[in-house]
């Protein structure tokens, strides 16, 4: 049996191009692609507050029922073109087979 896949998407502001509301709108946004396609978030979390930097990550599992292929070709699809409306560069996307370790005793 194939493992399961789980995406990682991660988003950042480090560069300081995009002014807080509107990097607020960024994330936003990402949380409603994510949601649209009412999949398992693991989770979806940001850099400390407090740092001179804005940062984002989103990890969640693949959603029931979709082509792997056909799925990623559109997440990739999605986040290209999420990351031209708020004029980023690029949106870093990793994707791997999830293994579960068993404990021994």
Not at 52 to 73: K, M, S, V, Y
Request: with cysteine.
């Amino acid at each position: 049996m194939i493992p399961p896949v789980t995406y990682i998407i991660q988003i950042g502001n480090s560069d300081n191009k995009l002014p807080q509301e509107v990097w607020s709108l960024f994330i936003d946004d990402l949380g409603k692609l994510l949601a649209a396609w009412k999949m398992e978030i693991h989770f979806f979390g940001f850099s400390n507050p407090a740092a001179p930097w804005q940062n984002c990550c989103a990890i969640f599992g693949h959603p029931e029922g979709r082509d792997e292929l056909e799925f990623r070709e559109e997440l990739e699809c999605r986040l290209a073109e999420l990351a031209w409306k708020f004029d980023q560069d690029s949106i870093a996307l990793t994707y791997g087979y999830t293994s579960f370790i068993e404990a021994v005793s």
